[in-house]
DNA sequence: ATGTTATCTTACCCCGTGGTAAGATAATAA
DNA sequence: TTATTATCTTACCACGGGGTAAGATAACAT
């Protein structure tokens, strides 16, 4: 009943907004709030300001101070680790899910 | 901006009674929904019976029907496939947390 | 036929939260 | 110092959606 870390991680992960940020990210680091919030021109910064807090205070994302500005980065390494638990209990069902992720990757190398 | 495939996958994936429910019909399969409901004492049968409607809908459990009753079973490939665009963008990132992944996975044989 | 059981449907409430706007804060510029 | 820029904070609104309760359906039992 007491919401437990994988509720917070599908939680940050449930706005289409804070997923497509770390799609940003993960395209391009590091960036700082406006400039991300310029890949978004139907919102306002405020807004991206906000999901990048809550991102941050989940552990998605890690940002640093280089004077007035807050430069945000992907914490690809946090992600996978909040996400493995969860994963981790359908294991048994897809672990031929998981060779043909690779098998996924692999074909995308080759274009 | 419109949502697609993927926002409707975290969207359903967001709710800790839905996950809960995924759990069970891992762990076991195949449950009609009175079966389920029992398994959430707290919550009543109507609501397990519309998130389970969420759940079909999105194609991650399928229901056959037997006389009068639903009965529901996890559909993990379909899971598998739904998620595997979304973690392809960041295989550059977590090739390793794959690795890591199966790592898990043989430990918990082990035990 | 009626009664009963299992599930779906509908209507409703209410809380959470994404989004905005405006004010507060902090750091650079002049 | 004052002005400006960048970000955070706060307050607020509005919509979505989880949860419930009660009624509607459908299938079995008698």
Redesign the pocket.
Known sequence: MRPDATDALF?IL?????RRILDHLAEQSPL????L?AKFP??????I??????LRSAGLVH?TR??????YSLDAAAMASRLAPWLKKYDRFWGTALERLRQLAEDEEKE
Request: proline share 3%; net charge positive.
């Open positions: 939680k449930a706005d289409p907004t804070r700082n709030v406006t400039q919030a139907d919102l306002v910064t405020s807004g300001s906000k999901h990048l807090m809550g940002a280089d004077g007035r500005q807050q430069i």
